[in-house]
């Protein structure tokens, strides 16, 4: 075994180096150590494959964060199965089209989806984990007792993981991610960080994204470090943790909310030695005022579901906000014209990447995957961009039509197409305008065809959306602004709509 790429025997190695150091704790309490992990992903490999999932073999998983989930993310690796992480928030109807693309042998799901879920389910086998770790999933465990199993055998360029990403124009696309591109962007990160085995992470990012399942879990996995666990992002609790903690990965509401927060003050971060801040454009304000409370300045970086974290600022350079960074090592970065080709330093383009990290294509969809690479093999990320002589990347603009907010990506078209299926409406806009807390907020323009139509009837026909997708605001208008090629003017709407929730 000689080549074994499977990523989880790197984090076996190092949970034994860790001994029985703490893995996972919530509050006061270790819920599980290094020392347990051997067994505890043991069991709960044998049980999915108990299931009859093979290695190879997806394995959709929708359910709440929790130590529970950790771990089954952790065994579907083991058993070498493809982890398949789904938004809670995502509708049955909605996860109608994942199931039916990921074509998985497990699907598990919380109790309480179940039933809905099963009409969609097909012929994977579906079972059920809760908040608290309960569930069938739970009660299959239990019958195991094994404790020794050897870890399903991967090569580099097998796959770990699709996660799935919207669209500019069709469906959601599952980005396949092989245990080799995750490795690489984990040890790369490790290393650029300056990662320590005794650093303490508070991990408060939800576990169905690269940010908080990839990045956040990894790092500490690697290092056979702690982390403290939190279900979800409270700004109290993050403080409360701070003093005995070393390390917070965030998206920028995270930082925005605790600097509005009165605990947060150079003292309750005195053990504190990085705050990283990453998904969406983190305003060069929440730097400065994060700054003038705790005396340190973030670590901004920028990624994307298809490869990882591709950007960071330095660990011990100069953080400057407003920029990303420099492209990781073994990460080749242009900023390139409609063309591929290079343009000036200093000017904006678009951003072209390639390197280990990036993902294996498209799952089932080569077309899709052709149509973002350059004959080079850079990937086109449709971020606007410009580089500057030294190499420093800044995220300007973008060229896809994507909204983000509060680091979750929201695809206008798909929202559009909703409202456009609305009795009544006549044609939508969908735009992302200035949100104080979560960045970006989804607001609709809307052309009606009967007058009576009102907002709140066009909200309630969006209840196959997920609650996070559905716009904040319905603005109705008599016509939509268009360019003489007839395209919607959405910058123009932009601008129109810029002071919706600013307070000024
Ligand atoms: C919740 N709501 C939202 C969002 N989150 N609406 C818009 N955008 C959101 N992000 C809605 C809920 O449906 C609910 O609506 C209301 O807001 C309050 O919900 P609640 O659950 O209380 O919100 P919260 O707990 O305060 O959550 C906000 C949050 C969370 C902490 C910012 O969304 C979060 O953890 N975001 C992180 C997402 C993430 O991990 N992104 C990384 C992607 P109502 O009350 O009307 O029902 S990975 C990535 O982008 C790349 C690779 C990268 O570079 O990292
Ligand atoms: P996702 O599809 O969820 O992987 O989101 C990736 C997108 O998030 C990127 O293409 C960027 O548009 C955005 N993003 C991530 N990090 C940053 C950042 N630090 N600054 C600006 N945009 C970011």
């Known amino acids: 075994m000689t080549d074994q790429a499977n990523l989880f025997a790197r984090f076996l190695a190092a949970a034994k180096q860790a001994g029985d150091k703490p893995f996972l704790v919530e509050g006061d309490t270790v819920r599980l150590s290094y020392a347990d992990l051997d067994r505890e992903t043991a069991r709960r490999a044998a049980a999915l494959a108990g299931l009859g999932a093979q290695p190879g073999d997806r394995i959709v998983v929708q359910v709440d ?3 529970e989930n950790v771990l089954l993310y952790l065994a579907s690796l083991r058993a070498g199965l493809v982890y398949v992480p789904l938004n809670t928030a995502y509708t049955p109807a909605e996860l109608d089209y994942f199931i039916g693309d990921a074509e998985p042998a497990v699907v598990v799901c919380d109790p309480a989806k179940q ?13 059920t984990l809760d908040a608290e770790g309960m569930g069938t999933l739970t009660d299959a465990v239990q019958a195991k007792d094994t404790t020794d199993l050897e870890t399903a055998h991967r090569a580099t360029d097998d796959l770990a993981a699709i996660c799935y990403t919207s669209g500019t124009t069709g469906r959601s696309k599952g980005a396949m991610l092989s245990h080799g591109n995750l490795a690489s962007n984990a040890e790369t990160l490790f290393d650029i960080w300056h990662w320590q085995p005794d650093d303490v992470l508070i991990h408060a990012l939800p576990i169905y994204h690269v940010h908080g399942l990839f990045v956040a879990l990894h790092l500490a996995l690697l290092g056979g470090s702690t982390i403290r666990f939190h279900q979800g992002f409270d700004a109290g609790a993050v403080l409360a943790d701070l003093p005995r903690s070393s390390v917070l990965m965030g998206v920028p509401t995270f ?10 003050t150079r003292d309750a971060a005195r053990n504190m030695r990085l705050f990283i801040s990453g998904s969406a454009p983190l305003l060069e304000s929440t730097f400065a005022e994060f700054e003038a409370k705790t005396c340190m300045r973030m670590l901004e970086r920028y990624g994307m579901t298809e490869a990882g974290m591709i950007c960071s600022n330095p660990y011990d350079g100069e953080r400057v906000p407003g920029t990303v960074g420099f492209p990781l090592p073994g990460v080749s970065a242009r900023v390139a014209d409609e063309s591929g080709a290079e343009v000036p330093r200093g000017e904006p383009g678009v951003l072209e990447i390639k390197g280990p990290n990036l993902f294996q294509g498209y799952w089932k969809k080569p077309d899709k995957t052709a149509e973002e690479m350059r004959a080079d093999g850079y990937f086109v990320t449709g971020d606007i961009a410009t580089m500057d002589a030294d190499g420093r990347v800044a995220i300007v603009g973008r060229a896809k039509d994507l909204i983000i907010a509060g680091g979750l990506n929201i695809y206008p078209k798909e929202i559009e197409l909703a409202i456009d299926a609305v009795p009544g409406v006549g044609e939508s806009a969908v735009i992302g305008v200035p949100h104080p807390d979560l960045g970006e907020a989804v607001v609709a323009v809307v052309t009606r065809i009967d007058p009576d139509l009102n907002e709140a009837a ?19 208008a008599d016509a939509l602004p268009r360019n003489a090629m007839g395209k919607v003017q959405k910058a123009k709407l932009r601008e129109a709509h810029a002071g919706l929730y600013s307070s000024s």
């Open 65 to 67: 964060k929790s130590i």
């Open 115 to 127: 039933s809905a879920i099963a009409d969609v389910a097909g012929t994977a086998k579906l079972v």
């Open 255 to 264: 930082y925005v909310r605790l600097a509005a927060h009165d605990g947060l």
């Open 458 to 476: 066009v909200l309630e026909a969006l209840g196959d959306l997920a609650r996070f997708k559905q716009p904040r605001r319905v603005i109705f």
